[in-house]
């Protein structure tokens, strides 16, 4: 019987209630495969901010990078938001993101059937878009130098520098390829190369790796014009491979077109340890109330077994899972309308239990 090492890091906010959720999810998928899973609970962002004085404990980082996996609830809350910009909660993930050497997140938008309706799209705009977002995670603007004030000639001015290197670049192309090959091999890069001197790096790049697939079909598309079509025309996607920054403004627009933030799951992946976290926030507001959606984590477990723990099968078991309990009708109070069955965080995930029989 294989034994796996989980190290769980619940966060902030509605963190624990999700996290748990999931780990439930897990327990039952793995217990019937003979994979015996052991879990390691840390904490990060707000609440070692409130333990420890700061947001990711050394302790965290060595711990994780021990572990087979890491699974994340959510950092963060308007409790900390006033603390000083280095110790924020939100460096509890960009540095497990650089400890781990975390350089690609994957971050897969489907839309379940039973949830068409909740799209602000019409129903066939929406209708079997299936879209994979690899966002470069490691560098970029979000890691480069950081000036928070400075004075030049009387006035006071911030700065934050973009660097791109060509292995950064061609490493996250390489694995973007790699994913469009098992599905429709087609790569959508997205870039800004009529203005940054990164982009036409990036850009150059991208087209270098791609003529290393002879089966991949390559486009490029500015970030302006694909914000753009991914609410005009989302079904033209497939693959799409871009920065940093790009990244983290386009996969929140690609998420909200399946009507709810609270269904997507994420991976990050690199050399080491994976990370798997939803994409929502903290949701401090609603936190122990029950009414979190814990889909987005259950999802992010699933991508765990499948890019961490080599089962593919059991991510399948719980995708599935979670479709047929949505078509039936069950709902957190986040996607609840009149006709559909509410249903409170702890439900949801013992619904999504059970279907795995
Ligand atoms: C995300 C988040 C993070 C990011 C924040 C919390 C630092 O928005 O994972 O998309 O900007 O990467
Ligand atoms: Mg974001």
Redesign the pocket.
């Known amino acids: 019987m294989s034994k796996k090492h989980i190290v769980i890091i619940p966060g902030d906010g509605i963190g624990e209630e999700i996290t748990s959720a999931a780990i439930r999810v897990l327990e039952r998928v793995t217990n019937k495969a003979g994979l015996t899973l052991t879990y390691e609970k840390q904490l990060a962002g707000g609440a070692a901010i409130d333990q420890y004085g700061v947001p990711l404990p050394d302790s965290v980082i060595r711990a994780a990078k021990q572990a087979d996996a890491v699974l994340l609830g959510a ?2 809350g308007p409790k900390w938001d006033h603390v000083p910009p280095e110790i924020r909660a ?1 460096k509890a ?2 540095g497990l993101r650089k400890e781990l050497g975390l350089y690609a ?1 994957l971050r897969p938008v489907r839309v379940s059937p039973a949830l068409i309706e909740y799209s602000p799209l019409k129903a066939e705009a929406i209708y079997g878009v299936d879209i994979l977002l690899v966002r470069e ?1 490691s560098s970029g603007i ?1 890691y480069g130098q950081k000036c928070e004030s400075e004075i030049i000639d009387g006035i006071e001015q911030a700065s934050d520098v973009e660097v791109y290197t060509v292995p950064e670049v061609s490493r996250i192309m390489h694995l973007a390829c790699q994913a469009a090959q098992l599905r429709k091999k087609q790569v959508l890069s997205v870039d800004k190369a009529n203005v940054l001197a990164t982009s036409r790096l990036w850009r150059r790049t991208v087209n270098q790796v791609a003529s290393e697939y002879a089966d991949i079909q390559l486009k490029h598309m500015y970030v302006d014009n694909c914000a753009m079509q991914l609410v005009l025309a989302p079904k033209q996607f497939d693959v799409i491979v871009t920065n ?1 920054l790009f990244g ?1 403004i386009l ?2 627009e690609a998420a909200v077109l399946t009507g709810s933030i609270g269904m997507l799951p ?1 991976a990050s992946l690199g050399n080491g340890t994976g990370l798997y ?1 939803p ?1 929502h ?1 903290s949701a401090p507001d609603i936190a122990g109330l029950g009414l979190a959606n814990p889909v987005g984590t259950i999802l992010s477990a699933a991508m765990l077994l499948r890019y961490s723990l080599g089962a593919p099968e059991l991510a399948e078991q719980i995708e599935q899972a979670v479709d047929k309990v949505l078509a039936e009708g069950y709902r957190t109070a986040d996607l609840y309308k009149s006709g559909a069955t509410k249903v409170s965080t702890d439900e949801m995930a013992g619904l999504i239990e059970a279907q795995l029989g």
């Open positions: 950092v963060g939100e993930i960009l997140n995670l979000y940093n983290d996969s929140d994420s976290e994409i926030g």
